[in-house]
């Protein structure tokens, strides 16, 4: 009897909290957020003079990135909104061809966004461009290399109040690469 009480009370308490949560999960305003994960570069490395297929660069190390933003609701689980941020794609390193090769990519980006919420729970999607920038060191010799490309994503959100869990798939769709990922989780405050 004492179990079908608690989970009453367990049950009340949901449906008490998750209108609050609902009803600030689709709110205009500004965030502020982090995350870490695994970024990923895969390019081809040939300069002409290599064997057909050439070598594959394909490495992957950790990853971070700060962002900010500001949603733009319309309506009660649908918003529209910008995001901007830096991200550090780590510095991954492979000998190609025993020819030792690192890479230090980093990244300004700015995303158009548009989400949907059900309850504390939440989709989004992103598109916009991104302003990279590699350092790269071959065989003791340094290179640098920076562009401008288009960038997307995809994520799942969870909200607990002002705070927002939060994982996330980018593609930075870099000319001179054959793939450029991240793939992260962390957390952004709603003011």
């Not at 500004?30 to 895969?42: D, N, Q, R």
């Amino acid at each position: 009897m004492k179990s079908i009480i608690r989970l009453a009370l367990l049950g009340s308490a949901i449906l008490l909290v998750m209108p609050v949560t609902y009803a600030n999960a689709a709110e205009s305003g500004f965030y502020l957020g982090g995350s870490i994960g695994t970024a990923a570069v895969e390019a081809n490395v040939d300069d002409g003079s290599l064997p057909q297929p050439p070598p594959v660069f394909d490495e992957d190390d950790f990853g971070w990135k700060v962002f900010a933003g500001y949603n733009f609701a319309l309506g009660e689980v649908f918003a529209l909104g910008l995001e901007g941020g830096y991200t550090d794609l780590g510095k991954p390193s492979a000998n190609i061809l025993s020819v030792p090769i690192s890479v230090n990519p980093t990244a300004l980006n700015l995303y158009g966004t548009a989400g949907f919420d059900i309850g504390p729970v939440g989709v989004f999607a992103k598109y916009g461009v991104v302003n990279w920038d590699v350092d790269a060191v071959i065989d003791d010799i340094r290179v640098s290399d920076d562009g401008s490309d288009p960038a997307y994503g995809v994520g799942l959100r969870f909200n607990l109040g002002s705070v927002e869990i939060r994982g996330e798939y980018e593609i930075f769709d870099i000319s001179d690469a054959e793939d450029v990922t991240l793939l992260s989780v962390g957390l952004a405050y709603r003011f």
